[in-house]
């Protein structure tokens, strides 16, 4: 979800107050014992409420847009915040518990370089690049993500798009409001342009997906856009599909060849009383060719415990015309408090012709994956540089008194849960799936990364091959994504950033190189360098970044993520990169 720069004070104060008012006795509640998993089949099946078939995205620009519902609310919503209480305070560094593995300098180099879509230009004394905030106001935080097709990158943020050259970076079209994906649809689809956004390639149907759910309600929905061609500008099949288990926050997707899956967090209607995770299913074999396609969702709430959330849904980076028989998640780390051990698999079979037989394995954390023992960084946040221009900053931007110190962001780092994607490939009959989240060291804030794997094909029986973690000298690294290619190599992407003058938030890459020992994490490599903090913005960052595979030579990685040029409030820019390993070569 976004927040406005005008209308959500209030909410986070409301927010802070809920939270001192928890009761302080409150115990999580424990997982049950490994074994084959608990299940739940409680599926719920659904039309669409509406479909259609679009004009091509660039003739929509020409038509008059809806008027827009502005929506009031945005802060991080934690959904074990309500069971933990004030435990949430004692969290304590378990120094030394995990030594990372550094090896030499990542042997990985970026290609292309380039600015993506931003907040502001021409304002703060930056570039005036892709602005966003002209089009829609101020809004934190971008919610960072990207695709890369067989020609195109197309990238998303809060809350506007733009589509560029793959092959130089040059831009095509953009930046257009998220909503032009439902232009001339209707309500609620086309008005509201809520944030928490997602957008796909699909590589086995070479097809764009772009979703984004609707947060005014109830009731509430998911919009999807499935483009008809591999051309991202063209036309879309549209979807307006209900979400009927509460407000769907965080929602996460993940492709494959005949479905597509999609997680979110759900609360009531005012978005303070966590209800649980649903799980949902698209038919995608229908969606690909403009028909009825069926929704398929299963609620889980833990048998009533709440243990269960954040999931995220493996997503395919290899192309593959096989059935999926089932899906795998993983999910709900922030358990235990201080620490964990564990990752816990969740798999989801969905039937769109008898959703009775629908079926969600390792319910209430009964399938836990044993890992290094973590801390998760849910109250540590992040600093940064407390330059001297921050007082005529608040003074000359915010009218703050001369004088006025102390509003430079703490960073969250939304430490309470795996960060988008879970990376899958299937590699030698092997499947690989790869994941990251930030946890605690001695001194500051890791980013951890897991490579978990099944045996064969369609094997579901998840264990860990290996975990790495950033180093522990002091610097804060967090909003990790990972990803792999066809020769094994691994890449990491992540913000840097701490109190050190002239150490702003910053983007770098790590990584693994096939053959490295398991456990290896590469040494660091600058992508692009902050020049300066985040003022007076809630301390919202993220809330996710994305590394993206290319499909098409399986070799090249493109990676976006946030940064800002100078000081600033609410004045985010963005980054786009491509990188490869040496030892990877194209089709």
Not at 81 to 103: E, M, Y
Not at 241 to 268: E, R
Not at 371 to 396: G, K, L, R
């Amino acid at each position: 979800m976004r927040m406005s720069s005008k209308s959500t004070l209030c909410f986070f104060s409301a927010a802070m107050s809920a939270q001192l008012l928890m009761a302080p006795g409150c115990i999580l509640a424990s997982p049950q014992a490994a074994g084959q998993g608990q299940v739940l089949s409680n599926a719920a099946a659904n039309d669409p409420v509406r479909f259609d078939v679009s004009p091509p995205l660039t003739a929509l620009l020409a038509t008059a847009p809806a008027q827009q519902a502005v929506r009031q609310t945005q802060v991080p919503i934690r959904p074990k915040q309500q069971l933990a209480g004030t435990q949430l305070s004692r969290v304590v560094k378990a120094a030394g518990s995990f030594q990372p593995s550094v090896g030499s300098l990542v042997s990985a180099t970026t290609r292309l370089g380039f600015e993506g879509v931003g907040q502001v230009g021409g304002f703060y004394g930056t570039p005036e690049g892709l602005n966003c905030g002209s089009l829609a106001g101020y809004s934190v935080p971008p919610d960072t993500n990207a695709a890369v097709g067989d020609t195109q990158v197309v990238q998303w943020v809060n809350v506007c798009y733009a589509v560029f050259h793959k092959s130089s970076g040059t831009l095509i079209a953009g930046p257009f409001l998220g909503t032009n994906f439902w232009k001339g649809f209707g309500a609620p689809c086309e008005t509201n342009n809520d944030g928490d956004i997602i957008i796909q390639w699909d590589k086995s149907n070479h097809r764009w997906l772009a979703a984004q759910n609707v947060f005014n309600g109830p009731p509430f929905y998911t919009c999807v856009a499935v483009s008809q061609t591999a051309d991202a500008t063209g036309s879309y099949y549209r979807y307006a599909f209900p979400q009927q288990a509460g407000f769907p926050d965080y929602p996460k997707w993940g492709l494959t060849s005949n479905t597509y899956y999609q997680t979110q967090n759900v609360f009531d209607a005012t978005a303070t009383s966590y209800l649980g995770v649903n799980v949902c299913a698209y038919d995608a074999s229908a969606m690909l060719r403009g028909g009825t396609a069926r929704q398929v969702c299963i609620l889980d709430n833990s048998n009533g415990t709440l243990f269960d959330d954040n999931m995220l849904p493996a997503d395919d980076d290899t192309a593959s015309e096989a059935e999926n028989a089932a899906e795998v998640l993983v999910g709900s780390i922030d358990n235990f408090l201080p620490g964990d051990s564990n990752v816990y698999e969740y798999v989801f079979k969905p039937n769109f012709g008898n959703p009775a037989k629908t079926t969600l394995t390792g319910v209430d954390g009964s399938m836990p994956i044993s890992v290094p023992a973590f801390d998760v960084s849910w109250v540590t946040c992040v600093p940064q540089p407390d330059s001297a221009s921050s007082e005529a900053f608040f003074a000359n931007v915010w009218g703050f008194p001369a004088g006025t110190t102390g509003l430079v962001d703490c960073l969250d780092t939304l430490g309470d849960r795996l960060m988008y994607r879970l990376a899958h490939y299937s590699r030698n009959g092997t499947q690989h799936y790869l994941v990251a989240h930030s946890v605690l060291n001695s001194t500051a804030v890791a980013t951890r990364w897991y490579e978990f794997r099944a045996p064969a094909p369609g094997a579901t029986n998840l264990s860990l091959y290996q975990a790495g973690q950033t180093p522990d000298d002091g610097e804060y690294r967090w909003m990790g994504s990972v990803a792999m290619d066809k020769m094994g190599d691994i890449a990491l992407g992540y913000s840097r950033s701490s109190a050190a003058a002239r150490d702003y938030p910053s983007i770098y890459y790590a990584g693994q190189t096939a053959g490295d020992p398991p456990g290896t994490t590469e040494r660091e490599a600058l992508i692009k360098r902050g020049r300066g903090s985040q003022y007076y913005s809630y301390g919202r960052w993220g809330d996710y970044s994305s590394m993206a595979l290319d499909g098409s030579d399986s070799c090249t990685f493109w990676y976006t993520n946030e940064f800002y040029p100078v000081d600033g409030s609410f004045a985010w820019d963005t980054w786009l990169a491509s990188l490869k390993f040496p030892n990877c070569h194209g089709n």
